[in-house]
């Protein structure tokens, strides 16, 4: 029996201009450009080990050991494009295996809490469409590849990469110009860290997908957001980058993350994913940097309360240190929370 078999991970993405509204739900098309920094491989990635066999009678997902739902729309729609361009290949050269026709065993391994907030299905759709896309020996680029990782996960086309990355929302109705490009690599600024501080690894009440939905439909605050906000973030945020203007990038960083959580408390009915603990993070940077004089350490919060501080190295005993003793009086912080998980920026993804 052959059993044709590719692995690859990919990171976790944390968006410092977030993408938040559809204007096509069907081909998972924004409504705003986005731009996110890659985290570092070693503490929060997906593992995905995709397989096919003759013997196989059914496409089957195991998601951290349990069969996992493969039916979805979204996830059918990678399966198709990936399986379409492995048949355009083998219809070009007889000699190729016949691997399109055959049925897939995905495994996949996250190794943090999976719907939490934490980007889970950036990660898991970019390792999913590029195990495959190993698997069939597509000669496909990053960027080809996000345009397919897309319509599984919008902020999936972002993990394909590593470093700062953008996501271009494109113009086109049929979304083949919304797709991820680099901004620059981890190695252009190395001593960016990321500090993550789980508030909660429950899995989130609404959910991105149907959040942005409401969002769309409901606030008046967000036809600013995308008309005004996010293209200035968006610009300031690139220049920042290329300059490793820290100050800068922590401030567009933090409002940005206020103006999407703004956006989601004016949408109707309105959605909150900050908490408690959310909100004496956001004091406590403002404490540090309040000491420090200067910005050290900027916030940001996607869709659930866990956060995501962002600072240098050179700053890394000011900001963890004030960090753990402003949070350790909060009530939230002393019922259980989990936060001492400091990760750190890496280059780009790695094949195995
Ligand atoms: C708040 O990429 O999870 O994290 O395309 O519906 O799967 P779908 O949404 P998803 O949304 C991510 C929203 C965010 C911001 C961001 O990552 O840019």
């Known amino acids: ?32 450009s986005s731009l996110s920094v890659t985290l570092s491989q070693d503490d929060l990635r997906t593992l ?15 998601l951290n050991g349990s069969p996992s739902d493969l039916t979805g729309a979204r996830t059918q729609a990678c399966l198709r494009e990936l399986r379409a361009l492995r048949a355009a290949l083998e219809a070009k050269d007889a000699s190729l295996p016949k691997l399109a026709q055959l049925k897939l065993l995905l495994v996949s391994e996250n190794n943090f809490p999976t ?41 999936a086309c972002r993990s394909l990469f590593g470093g700062y990355v953008a996501w271009r929302a494109g113009a086109h109705v049929d979304g083949l110009d919304s797709k991820a490009v680099e901004v620059a690599p981890a190695a252009h600024w190395p001593n960016m860290r990321a500090l993550i501080l789980v508030a909660s690894a429950a899995k989130k009440g609404v959910s991105s997908t149907s959040g942005m939905q409401q969002t769309v439909a409901t606030s008046g605050l967000f036809q600013q957001r995308i008309a005004e906000v996010v293209p200035a973030n968006m610009e300031t945020m690139e220049a920042a980058i290329a300059a490793r203007d820290f100050p800068k990038f922590a401030e567009v960083t933090m409002r940005d993350s206020n103006s999407f959580h703004a956006t989601c408390a004016d949408t109707y009915p309105p959605i909150f994913y900050m ?28 869709a659930g309360p866990n ?46």
Do not use: H
């Open 275 to 302: 908490n408690d603990v959310s909100r004496a993070a956001v004091r406590a940077v403002e404490a540090i940097n309040t000491a420090a004089g200067k910005t050290i350490a900027a916030y940001t919060f996607d």
């Open 48 to 62: 995905t080990t995709a397989s096919c066999s003759e013997t196989y009678t059914e496409d089957v997902l195991l």
């Open 1 to 32: 029996m052959v059993v044709y078999r590719a692995s690859t991970t990919a990171p976790v993405n944390i968006a410092v201009v977030k993408y938040w509204g559809k204007r096509d739900p069907k081909l998972n098309l924004p409504t705003n």
């Open 115 to 155: 719907a939490a907030g934490l980007a889970s299905s950036a990660a898991g759709f970019a390792a999913f469409v590029r195990a495959i896309a190993d698997l069939y020996e597509l000669p496909a680029s990053p960027t080809e590849l996000s345009l397919i990782a897309r319509q599984g996960s919008g902020s």
């Open 307 to 352: 956060a995501v501080i962002y600072y240098l190295e050179e700053d890394s005993e000011t900001v963890l240190g004030t960090f753990y003793a402003l949070l350790e009086s909060t009530e939230g912080w002393k019922k259980g929370t989990n936060p001492k998980s400091s990760v750190q920026l890496d280059e780009a993804v790695s094949d195995s």
